[in-house]
């Protein structure tokens, strides 16, 4: 039961994600920008010298979104193939894999999207994300591992 409850969760982290990226660019921007500007007015009332760029903040909610979302699908997915038995190197690679191709099938879908286009940047931050991710779990199931053996 735990097996299906993780492929689950993968796929529904895979239709947020897609939900997200079919969006228009104008519902996309909206809602980062909203985002963005409620976190500048918080740093700002704690750092009150420091002048925000909106444009720069929001580029960079952007890609911090873009890692978050891979950050989280690497982990459900790592967890996934662990749970359904593919460990270590083979389940590393694999995952690896599938939030690659995922991410680029994802830049491709927005291909087709009002005013959004496939983004090679994207892909590599998604990546990367999705790298972070599946490597965390690893090295947390490597110290659980060594711990319970001394």
């Not at 239709?15 to 909203?34: A, D, R």
């Not at 009150?48 to 982990?75: P, Q, T, W």
Request: charged share 15%.
């Amino acid at each position: 039961m735990s097996k299906i409850i993780s492929w689950v969760a993968v796929l529904v982290w895979m239709t947020i994600i897609f939900y997200l990226s079919h969006q228009p660019v104008t519902i996309s921007n909206g809602l980062s920008v909203g985002l963005t500007e409620v976190i500048v007015q918080k740093v700002e009332g704690i750092a009150s010298d420091y002048e925000f760029n909106m444009d720069s903040a929001n580029h960079i909610m952007r890609k911090n979104a873009h890692f978050f979302m891979y950050f989280v699908l690497g982990l459900f997915v790592i967890s996934a193939l662990w749970k359904s038995g593919v460990a270590r190197y083979r389940g590393f690679r694999l995952a690896l894999l599938i939030c690659g191709l995922y991410a680029i099938s994802d830049e491709v879908h927005q291909y087709f999207i009002e005013g959004r286009g496939p983004q090679l940047n994207d892909v590599l931050i998604d990546s990367a994300g999705a790298f972070v991710g599946i490597s965390l779990f690893c090295f947390t199931k490597l110290m659980l591992s060594r711990r319970r053996f001394h």
